[in-house]
């Protein structure tokens, strides 16, 4: 559906993984809710909250508050905020921070904050006692509407994003559409780049009643819970049917792979915010697939005029110090794209398009098509 759901009671999503399914709990003040949730979910557990510097500022205390109404100990740790958290480093202060709180199998890990917070937490408590269940409480766009969901959990390698981690789904899922109002304006578009690439990927609709609606999720009106569900719906579905990413759940890395090595050639730094490297992965994919013949230039054009127009990077330039070493080297580039979890035996899978609404698993690309394509960007000033 395209017409956004009038406020009222939370929308509740269903992750249909089984026995191990679980709700993702979507409207405004919800973290109320939050300890009533995970005393019915698991009487007697204790929780540790996770969280990061710049969010206990605005939400622990809220947190706690609410855990600690229902009757839920907890206790906490904090970490500082960026990528630099979500590191060896950072694995092993959280994991024995959670070792000297006395967190057991029955107890509860609580990542409270954005796709950092959530991915190190949730691997802390993936190999936490050989496995700990977990809550997410996520609070940025990015959280809410991707990295949240799904159960992909890890920290970065100084030779790539993400490549040591778990899969280890949580049991619960808080999306507070209310915490969203203390994001940045870029970090909130920052975000916005993973809700239109459900659009892009998989639902010509949505991406269209995005292009018509986005001032309003921008503005907190109806449309944003609107555009988190139906985010949630479009991965819950895809994680249902490929949990562990063994064909279709591919699809969700649509900009990934060019994003990823765009961050890392960036140090991982506020240089590049995730959702600025998948919308510039995103039209790059896009572009590439023009360039392959698989969409017409003008929808490609489509795509990169629809995340311009919120303010998000979709040129290569648009990269805060893009002239720095790694970003104006297609090879440079290429050799961090070598890196991805697609990767195999040195061919890159590539997510592409067939149309706006349809992206196609790629496998086997020749890395010199891609070299090519980077190199004839890099030269054209893109």
């Known amino acids: 559906m395209t017409e956004p759901l ?16 679980y709700d993702i709990v979507i409207g405004r003040d919800v973290l109320r809710s939050l300890g009533g949730r995970v005393a019915a979910l698991r009487p007697g557990a204790r929780t540790a909250v996770v969280t990061d510097r710049t969010v206990a500022k605005f939400w622990l205390e809220k947190t706690e508050a609410s855990l600690s109404a229902a009757g839920v100990a907890t206790s906490r740790i904090i970490v500082d905020e960026g990528e630099g958290s979500k590191t060896y480093a950072g694995l092993e202060q ?60 890890g920290i970065n390698s100084p030779r790539g994003k993400n490549l040591l981690g778990a899969f280890h789904q949580p049991v619960l899922v808080v999306a507070d559409s209310a915490v969203l109002d203390s994001l940045s304006p870029r970090q909130f578009r920052a975000g916005y780049a993973e809700i239109a690439k459900y659009g892009v990927l998989g639902d010509a609709a949505f991406f269209a009643w995005l292009q018509a609606n986005h001032a309003d999720i921008f503005t907190g ?28 759940r591919a699809l969700l890395n649509l900009g990934h792979t060019f994003g990823h090595a765009l961050e890392a050639a960036t ?37 990169g005029h629809h995340l311009a127009a919120v303010g998000l990077p979709t040129r290569l330039r648009d990269i805060a110090g893009f002239a720095q070493e790694g970003l104006a080297d297609a090879d440079a580039l290429m050799a961090l794209m070598a890196q991805d979890k697609k ?26 098509l891609v070299r090519d394509f980077l190199k004839a960007k890099l030269a054209n000033g893109a």
């Open 6 to 21: 009038k406020p009222g009671d939370p929308i509740i999503v269903d992750v249909a993984l089984g026995e191990r399914a």
């Open 94 to 153: 959280v994991s024995e921070a959670l070792i000297a709180a006395k967190i057991e199998r029955n107890d509860l890990v609580v990542a409270l904050g954005g796709g950092v917070v959530g991915d190190l937490a949730g691997f802390a408590a993936a190999i936490l006692r050989r496995g700990v269940d977990f809550v997410q409480v996520p609070t940025s766009l990015l959280a809410q509407v991707d990295s949240s969901v799904g159960g992909k959990t």
């Open 343 to 368: 990767v195999k035996r040195g061919r890159l899978t590539l997510i592409l398009l067939q149309a706006v609404g349809r992206a196609v698993i790629a496998p086997d690309v020749e890395p010199s």
């Open 267 to 303: 140090g991982f730094s506020d240089r590049l915010f995730h959702g600025e490297g998948v919308a510039v992965g995103i039209v790059l994919a896009a572009e590439l697939s023009a360039e392959l013949g698989l969409i017409a230039p003008s929808d490609a054009a489509r795509v």
């Open 221 to 248: 009106g109806p449309a944003r819970e609107h555009a988190i569900a139906t985010s949630c719906r479009a991965k819950a579905a895809i994680v249902a049917r490929d949990e562990r990413e063994t064909g279709e």
